[in-house]
């Protein structure tokens, strides 16, 4: 009974139906408003095509604002066109199936993809019900490490640009950039992806709008990172959790962001630990988690990045996790990934959690043991005992 059980919980049909299940619960969201930030998107394209301003509130269309690339305005456009209910329920079913697929065709093992789709369940939800497209980001950056592993820079390439210049996040695929076998044909695509992604959405309006438009993103991200300091919607980061504990808005991130990027990067310099893959996966594992952690704009929703990243870590290494491993596993899961849940007392929620970003704090502790880790475990795996 035991085995048919695990059977069934390990087949890839089970996960991607649960996963289906996930992704077209996120149409309760739709109706009074609640699939605002599909609008936001979805209002995104016919902007572009009418040359509108892009990042200008539109009380009448939606509220809050675009904070999205030009570029976006070409992924959108598929579930721009049809009725809002169609294209909200075609966009939640591809952000479900693309990072579905991202895991499932990586450099996983079984257990990993299992591990990753069942642990991540819950941060999945929480990303869908918003519409949100981190969910493809979490992907994108999964696809450019999975495809320098497999010597396909061409592609890995395109990904990379389009995750930045769609949502800048992207950009951190660079950190791949060292395990790539091909360096030259690798830049020389980015390149021309480049090129490629800044001209298309010309096609649909005119190259001097776009061009005017790169430059309002940039000022709009500008804008919204001073915003973000004290918010409780955002700045759910290591940066956010220092700022509001402290209470202070005088220090610049700087004094965080320089020594985590130190320590971020110290283990490149392990160069003999390239060869093997647990290593490389723990670096993906930093990245996803880094990527959140030192950001002003990480909010509940971006977390799916962040967690699948502390899925890799704990299944990565080629040792057995220690029960303090599983501690943080499951602290990480209980006041990470349901921390703005019902599951969370209310008054928890919104007087400790929400105020102070204490969601990031369990992934904290996650990047900052992977740190220690990385630079000081061998990662070569372990020869496996002959059978007697």
């Known amino acids: 009974m035991k085995a048919r059980l695990k059977q069934i919980l390990t087949d890839p049909r089970t996960l991607l139906w649960v996963w ?6 996120g149409m309760t969201r739709f109706g009074h408003g609640r699939e605002n930030n599909f609008l936001i998107f979805k209002q995104s394209y016919w902007h572009v095509v009418d040359q509108l301003p892009l990042y200008i509130h539109y009380p009448k269309e939606y509220f809050d604002l675009f904070l999205y690339g030009p570029t976006f305005s070409m992924v959108i456009a598929p579930f721009a066109v049809p009725p809002t209910w169609l294209g909200m329920l075609l966009w939640l079913i591809a952000l479900t199936l693309f990072l579905y697929i991202a895991i499932r065709h990586n450099v ?14 819950h941060e999945m939800l929480n990303g869908i019900q918003m519409q949100q497209f981190n969910i493809a980001i979490a992907a994108i950056i999964l696809l450019t490490f999975c495809l320098i592993e497999k010597e396909k820079d061409f592609w890995a390439a395109f990904f990379l640009v389009l995750g930045t210049f769609v949502k800048i996040y992207g950009i951190v695929g660079l950190a791949f950039f060292l395990f790539s076998k091909h360096k ?10 480049s090129v490629i992604l800044f001209v298309a959405p010309m096609i649909i ?17 500008l804008y919204k990172n001073a915003d973000n300091m004290f918010s409780h919607g955002t700045n759910i980061s290591l940066l956010g959790v220092v700022r509001k504990i402290s209470g202070c808005a005088t220090y610049s991130d700087l004094w965080l962001i320089v020594p985590g990027f130190i320590a ?39 977390y799916i990045i962040a967690v699948v990243g ?12 220690s029960k303090w491993d599983v501690a943080l596993m499951v602290y990480v899961f209980f006041f990470c990934t ?5 599951l969370m007392p209310r008054f928890i929620r919104e007087e400790y959690m929400k105020p102070y970003g204490l969601k990031a704090l369990p992934v904290i502790f ?5 740190c220690y880790e990385i630079m000081i475990k061998d990662y070569q795996p372990i020869p496996q005992k002959a059978n007697d």
């Open 205 to 221: 309006s005119s190259p001097q709008y776009i061009v005017h438009q790169y430059g309002e993103w940039a000022n709009i991200l």
């Open 338 to 342: 349901m921390a703005h849940s019902d």
């Open 108 to 121: 996983f093992t079984t257990y990993q993809q299992v591990f990753i789709y069942w642990f991540c369940a």
């Open 310 to 321: 502390v899925a890799i870590w704990y299944t990565a290494a080629p040792w057995k996790r």
């Open 366 to 370: 996650v990047w900052l043991k992977l």
């Open 264 to 302: 971020f990067a110290a283990p490149y310099l392990r160069f003999r630990q390239y060869a093997n893959e647990a290593f490389r996966q723990t670096l993906l594992a930093s990245v996803l988690m880094f990527t959140i952690l030192f950001s002003t704009g990480s909010e509940n929703s971006t």
């Open 184 to 193: 030259g044909k690798f830049i020389g695509s980015i390149i021309l992806w």
């Open 20 to 25: 289906m299940i996930i992704g077209v619960t």
